[in-house]
């Protein structure tokens, strides 16, 4: 009898060199002995060096594509990337809500590595009101915390003052990543048996 493997649903733009997006996310999703299926919100000119170029997908083709995958697989996880403007951010959180889909991870994508706008401003607001609350976790960045929160962070007692507030905002459990500090560290943000928990994990950079 043929493994039945769990399907996770990446919902995310998409790279054309592959670092990120849709793409990277397939390759992810297949490395941890998963099934990934797709749903692509926005495409991209870009490659190793930078994004010159965004265009997003009608929304329509988003509900579409979503309606598609949700009737034909059981989805057991949803990675939800770069979404592009506020109408697809809309779009989607209609859709979380019609279809309750479990462990739901929202990673706040606001700018590229290069410093492209990834979401436009009723984007970010949508995402703020509608998606945090429905996400299982929300994975946001040292500079997409500080973004959501309004308060710097830029060292971990600051990290964890954002965890605080994106947890008052609705957020259920938070994973602040500090890749881009001097030295590597995370915080994961819980909820706990007295309140929400926290764990800093601290790495020296590597560089191959």
């Known amino acids: 009898m043929a493994e039945v493997l769990p399907v996770v649903l990446t919902i995310a733009g998409f790279d054309p060199s592959s670092g ?81 889909l479990p462990n739901v991870v929202l990673d706040p994508i606001l700018k590229s590595s290069s410093g492209t706008d990834l979401l436009d401003k009723s984007g970010k607001r949508i995402l703020i009101d509608r998606l945090l609350p429905l996400a299982t976790l929300i994975t946001p960045n040292v500079a997409e915390a500080a973004v959501l929160t309004g308060v710097p962070v830029t060292n971990p007692d600051q990290m964890q003052q954002a965890a605080a507030k994106l947890h008052a905002m609705g957020a259920k459990s938070v994973v602040v990543t500090g890749g881009d500090l001097d030295k590597a560290i995370d915080l994961l943000s819980f909820p706990g048996s007295k309140g929400f928990e926290q764990e800093i994990f601290k790495a020296e950079h590597r560089f191959f």
Not at 58 to 82: F, N, Q, R, Y
């Open 20 to 100: 990120a997006g849709v793409t990277a996310d397939i390759k992810t999703i297949a490395a941890h002995g998963c099934y990934g299926v797709a749903c692509i919100t926005a495409l991209t000119v870009q490659s190793t060096q930078g994004v010159s170029q965004v265009e997003a997908v009608k929304p329509s083709w988003v509900t579409a594509t979503l309606e598609e995958l949700a009737s034909d697989v059981d989805i057991a996880a949803v990675h939800i990337g770069m979404l592009g403007n506020g109408k697809v951010c809309q779009t989607l959180a209609n859709f979380l809500m019609a279809k309750k």
